[in-house]
């Protein structure tokens, strides 16, 4: 079966200084994978998805996501942090098969940005 | 895109009892789906919402527990049905579009569910 993981369930960074959350896949098959974003008390947004047209994918917020079939991952980055990054991000597949919507959500990785 | 809605937004109910959430979408969506979220933890897919038809439900979730309907392409309704206090949650709608690489889930605010 799919999976997900996000290695890291918080991650501290400076403000100004580089982001990085870890998504890895299990599959034989690249899938189509997203970063989702959650502010508190509200719903999921969406950071960006790779679907297989680049492997470098340039998403909202000044993220961007680099998928390396070789590593089955796909992290996510962000060249400075900014305060209002504190969040909750979620990795997603979705597996490339034929008919199937449902998305399988990492665990999550909560983002703090230290003044 | 999809703008999707959720009412409530969060409510607090007496154990034993029904709540029933509402999801509007504004426009039409292939797919709609209901997750749960609870305190501190990843997303956990409930059910498809299948229109005029019944939902289909991921292993450990059962109709009678989480009635779902779904009578038009826009609109779809959840119940959580006597509960407990371990259905304290966020409960999520979302929308899915298009297909293949295109295939895209808007999500709704999602609606905090305290049971005492």
């Known amino acids: 079966a799919q999976s997900v993981t996000q290695l890291g369930s918080h991650v501290s960074v400076s403000e100004g200084a580089l982001v990085l959350l870890r998504c890895n896949y299990s599959s034989s098959v690249p899938p189509y994978l997203f970063w989702y974003v959650q502010y508190p008390n509200q719903g999921l947004q969406l950071l960006l998805k790779?679907?297989?047209?680049?492997?470098l994918v340039k998403g909202i917020n000044g993220f961007e996501a680099e998928f390396k079939k070789s590593e089955t991952s796909f992290h996510l980055t962000k060249p400075s942090a900014h305060m209002s990054d504190a969040a909750e991000y979620f990795c997603a597949v979705r597996p490339y098969t034929s008919g199937t919507y449902k998305y399988i959500f990492g665990t999550g990785t909560r983002l703090k940005v230290l003044a | 895109s999809a703008v999707i809605s959720q009412k409530p937004s969060r409510d607090i109910c007496q154990r034993g009892t029904s709540l029933t959430i509402q999801c509007q979408v504004d426009?039409?969506?292939?797919?709609m789906f209901w997750y749960r979220q609870q305190p501190g933890q990843s997303l956990t897919l409930i059910a498809t919402a299948n229109q005029g038809s019944e939902a289909t439900y991921e292993s450990g979730f059962v109709i009678d527990k989480f009635p779902i309907s779904r009578p038009n392409l826009t609109f779809s309704t959840l119940t959580v049905s006597n509960m407990s206090p371990e259905d304290s949650s966020i409960y999520l709608c979302?929308?899915?579009?298009?297909?293949?690489?295109?295939?895209?889930?808007?999500f709704g605010p999602g609606t905090r569910l305290t049971v005492l």
């Open positions: 426009s039409q969506v292939t797919m």
């Open positions: 790779y679907t297989s047209a680049a492997t």
């Open positions: 979302s929308g899915g579009v298009g297909g293949g690489s295109l295939s895209e889930q808007f």
